[in-house]
Every structure is written in C-alpha cells, then in structure tokens.
C-alpha cells in the first residue's frame, strides 16, 4: 500500500509540474486523492517519475516515427488489365482444312466417314465395352478394334455379352458369356442374311431379311452341343451342316406372303411383328417360361401352355385387326403401336411402366390394353397421336404429336395456330436412376411423365422457311439409362462446290439415366435424371488437332447419308449413318449400314 502511495504521490507531482494550472485547488486535487492525511509533510521528489513520463514520451515519439511513412505513402496502384485475344489457329491451307478449323461439328462428321467403327463405353467386367482389356469399366468412348473400317446393320449389348450383325449379314458375338476363354469377337451365325437382332438373358433372337427368325444360345459351348441343321445350296443334291447349333421361331398360319418383319425381345419373351400387322409372342430364354403378362395371352404360363414347343409363338388375338406397326420389350413387359397412333400395353407393372397407377393385388396386366393418351391431353386443346414407342429394364417411352384443334368454345377461324403440331416425349416405369429423364427420383411412376427437355421444341427450317417442331428420330432404351436422338436439321451437303466457310453438321443426342458403370460417357459416376450432352467420341483429340484444346464442345450424331469413306473420301460410295444402342450398363455408337 505503501508503494502505491509513493508512486501516486510522485504521478501527481509530475503531473503538477508539467501542467501548472492557474487555479491553486485544482493543483491541489491530485495531493488529496494520493495523500488523504494532507497534514503529512512532503516526501523529497524523485527520479522516478521523469523516468515514467520519458519513457511515455519515447514510446509516443516512437510510434510516430514507425507510422509515419504509412500515414503518408501514397495507395498502391491497382494492376493493369491483361488482355487474353483468342490464341491464333493454324492457318488454313485447304477449303476442307478451314471447315475443320472453324466447326467441332464438320470434324467429327468428316471422321465418322473417314474412320467408320465401333465406340463403346460402361462396364466391361463382361468383357464387352473393351473386349482387348481387363478393366472393370470404360469411362469414356473407346473404340473396338475388331469392327475398325466396318458398317454394321445392328448391334446389342448385355454386360456379360454383345452381338452385332455385320454388313454382310453375318452374326458377329463377344464376352464373356459367349467365351471365357476367349470373350473376343468371332463370326458365329454365317449366311442368313440378317438385319436385325435383339437379345434375352440366354438367347440372341435374329430376324433374317426373309422374314426367318433364329433364336441362337448366347454361350458358345451351347452352339456346339446337340445335332445341327444342314444347310442346303441351290444345288439340291449337296448340303453341309451347320456350325451353329440354333433354333427356328415359325408363327403359325400366316397368310400367302405375310412374313416377319420386325422382332423385340426383353429377358424372357420376343414380340415378332408380321407385315399384316399381326403379333406373334414367344417364349425367348431357356431359363424362364415367361410369367408377368408379357406375352400378352391371358393365362398363358408354363404350367398352361399348349403341346409342343416351349418357344412356340402364340398369336395375341386381342390386338388382330389393330394394324400393329411397332413393338417394344422392357425387361417383364411389352408395348405394341397401331397405325392409329394408339399404343397398348402389357405385362408386368410393379414400377409403373405400363402408365397406370401400381395396384398391388393386380402386379400385372396379362392382355394388351390401351394407354388413353386422350385422357392425358383432356382440356389442352390438342389432339395426341403417339407416333413412337420405345422400351428398356422397367421404363417405357412414348413420342407424341400433339395437333392444336379448336376448343369447344373456340371458333376455328380466330385460332391463329390452329393445326400446329407440338412434338413430346412421355416416361413412366421406374425413375431411382434418373431413366425417367424428368429430372426427378421417381421410385414408382403413377402415370406417363413429360421429359419437358425433350417435347415442345422447335427450330427454324432454312430451307422451307418456316418454323418446325424438333422430333425424335431415335430413342434407345437400356435397362437403366436412355439415349435420344434429335430429328433437328442436319447438313452434310459441304462439298468442294460451295463455300468454304460451308460445314457439316450432325444431329442433337442426349443421354441420362444410371451411371453406376459409366454408360452415360460423360467420365463421371452420377447418375443424370435430365437429358444431357456429352463430348466428342475421341474425348477432344481433333479439336486439340485444329487448335481447340481445352474447348468444350458436344457430342452430335451423323445422319444417314451416301458418301465415300475412307480418308479423304478416297473409299467406296455407301449410305451410311451413326446410331446409338443402349444395353444392360454398356453403351455404344456404331456406323450403321
């Protein structure tokens, strides 16, 4: 306490002898607050204060001297603005080289004719995307190497096997499945001249151009089993026997020149469509005897079956006289489309996928109904007309033209577009993976759902000029993800002859749905539930070519047209075109003849 005083005492003096105020009580003030018993005598002054009040000054002089230089420097200039110009492409030495350099586009139309083949992508752990390697899966598009220079006139995709019909009609097989010692792709089913084919768990269902429809075992084992056909010449007294063990899918009592005209198939059943318009199901794997309705027969199963084969095809009655001029096969159901644009549907509906809402005590519906598109139209203004079906694992896709008509209060002379067409895309079935493409996580679907990305598009037509709505022109469905092709205007008519800033052009495709195993091509895991773009086919190597490198440009699709392939169209004149094929988790676009 004693301290306390002295230092006080000897503060206060200082304070004293700095200040020196006029009024005498005052400069007294501090004295009584640091000696309260004022009677006391004064203690003798010491050093100690002028040591505190210098150093107070030397820490203030201090101070000033170390902010100074910052109070008084000038704000720092801000950085001068760099310029980026776009960075120089080569210089063009040829009309062609200049279309090359200023379109994305023209280059990958003009490399899809100079180098026609095969581009896949997703799993691989069948050997199928990537049959030359070991990788679990393919991210990207890669190219097969065994179909490098080739056209084919289809080609199906299951992730433990593929199949490809060539252009001379040979059956082509792969994986895993076919061969575990040797997945590469071989020639199996030769001289049938086929043009199409589907696939079931265990069987490839091929349709000859004759309208003869093969069911040929997936393994290759399988083929070489059992006593094989005899192949007859136009020579009547020489045959040989065939080295492909397979099976013939005859309907019954088809009229004098109505023959097969086009097949779909899903893990157990084939739908096989005639030129009359008739259907024909049949039992399309070894497996298991189709059991959901997808054959369309009520009460039909294994247990019911007429005598005779398993896979004999039985004719669905209830839609003869319909005029059916396309079918579809998901997985467990069936979709058939009339020349009245009405589609029917059957088979199994545990996700939704027929269009009507999931009623548990009734999982499927055994006989073809129609999907009352009117219904879902009701009070637009438009009448519907599906002009398109399509089916894959548990989804099912519809196109629409939508015609506007007058309302019932409307007078048809005041409707400014009256008769316009609006083009949509419908979705139902199962949407966990995003398949749906309505960009919602739909488990099960209550009704068909617009892929509003995909309907209601239109374009303005140069040539006609007018304005157009944008179609599909193909729509492959997988077992959990989707491709679409966009009927937008395309050109490919670029040609020494016209301008030389005149390029070609493909068509829009988007992908979406599941990507667990990377079939969406975009090099990413997500699954996507909206339509989307993805990149060229060779990942950007020839834009980086023409100086593009880090650009981002989108995948388009070569329409059908006649060309020369070969570099520099120095090859023979065909007509040709890229279609898309979704499988089960693969992907792959092909040249097709």
């Known amino acids: 306490m004693t301290i306390r005083r002295v230092a006080l005492r000897h503060t206060s003096l200082l304070c004293r002898h700095n200040l020196r105020p006029a009024n005498s009580a005052i400069r007294q003030w501090p004295r009584y607050i ?22 107070l000054v030397a820490l203030a002089a201090g101070g000033a001297v170390v902010l100074y230089p910052s109070m008084t420097k000038e704000p720092q200039k801000p950085h001068e603005a760099v310029i980026e110009y776009e960075k120089p492409r080569p210089i063009a030495e040829t009309k062609e080289d200049n279309r090359d350099l200023i379109s994305s586009q023209h280059l990958q139309v003009k490399k899809s004719w100079e180098n026609p083949g095969v581009y896949a992508w997703g799993s691989n752990s069948g050997r199928v995307a990537a049959p030359d390697s070991t990788d679990a899966v393919v991210k990207t598009p890669r190219r097969i190497p065994y179909f490098d220079g080739q056209l084919l006139r289809d080609i199906k995709l299951d992730r433990d096997f593929g199949a490809a019909v060539t252009e001379n009609g040979d059956l082509v097989q792969w994986g895993t499945a076919f061969s575990r010692a040797n997945p590469m792709p071989a020639e199996t089913l030769k001289g049938k001249d086929l043009a199409k084919i589907e696939i079931s768990r265990d069987r490839i269902i091929a349709l000859g151009k004759n309208g003869t429809v093969y069911s040929v075992p997936v393994a290759g084992s399988d083929q070489n089993a059992g006593e094989k056909r005899h192949q007859s010449s136009w020579l009547s007294f020489w045959s040989s026997p065939e080295t492909v063990n397979y099976r013939e899918l005859r309907p019954k009592n088809l009229a004098w020149g109505e023959s097969v005209v086009d097949v779909a198939s899903g893990l157990e ?18 497996s298991d005897f189709p059991s959901k309705g997808q054959l369309g027969i009520p009460g039909l199963n294994w247990s019911t079956r007429p005598e005779g084969p398993y896979d004999e095809p039985h004719e669905i009655l209830t839609l003869k006289g319909m005029n059916i001029t396309k079918v579809a096969a998901g997985d467990y159901h069936s979709l058939a489309l009339d020349d009245n644009g009405r589609a029917f549907v059957f088979g199994d509906n545990t996700s939704g996928q027929l269009g009507f809402e ?23 203004n438009l009448l519907p007309r599906v002009t398109s079906i399509a089916a894959g694992g548990a989804n099912s896709f519809f196109t629409v033209d939508a015609k506007r008509i007058a309302g019932l209060k409307e007078d048809a002379n005041s409707v400014r577009d009256l008769g316009r067409v609006t083009a949509d895309t419908w979705a139902c079935g199962s949407g966990i993976m995003g398949s749906l493409g309505t960009g919602k996580w739909t488990h099960i679907s209550l009704g068909p759902s617009k892929i509003k990305p995909l309907s209601g598009l239109y374009e303005w037509d140069e040539k006609t000029n007018s304005v157009v709505p944008i179609r599909l022109a193909r729509l492959s469905a997988g077992s959990t993800h989707a491709a679409a092709v966009m009927d937008n205007v395309t050109s490919v008519d670029a040609s020494d002859i016209t301008s030389h800033n005149d390029t070609n052009w493909g068509a829009d495709i988007v992908f979406w749905g599941g990507n667990e195993y990377y079939q969406l091509g975009t090099g990413k895991r997500n699954n996507i539930p909206l339509p989307t773009y993805i990149n060229p086919l060779d990942g950007g190597e020839g834009d980086a070519e023409k100086g593009r490198q880090g650009e981002q440009h989108r995948f388009q699709i070569t329409p059908r047209t006649t060309v020369k392939l070969g570099p520099g169209g120095s090859g023979r004149k065909v007509s040709v075109e890229q279609r898309v094929e979704c499988g089960r988790f693969v992907t792959a676009v092909y040249s097709g003849t």
């Open 34 to 55: 640091s000696t309260p018993g004022g009677d006391k005598p004064e203690r003798p002054r010491g050093s100690v204060g002028k040591f505190l009040g210098g150093m």
């Open 269 to 286: 059943h084939a739908l096989l469509l005639t030129s009359k318009g008739r259907i024909f199901s049949v039992a399309s794997s070894t």
């Open 358 to 380: 999931v009623e548990p005590q009734f999982p499927f519906v055994d006989g073809p109904i129609p999907l009352p598109f009117n219904k879902i139209y009701s009070g637009s």
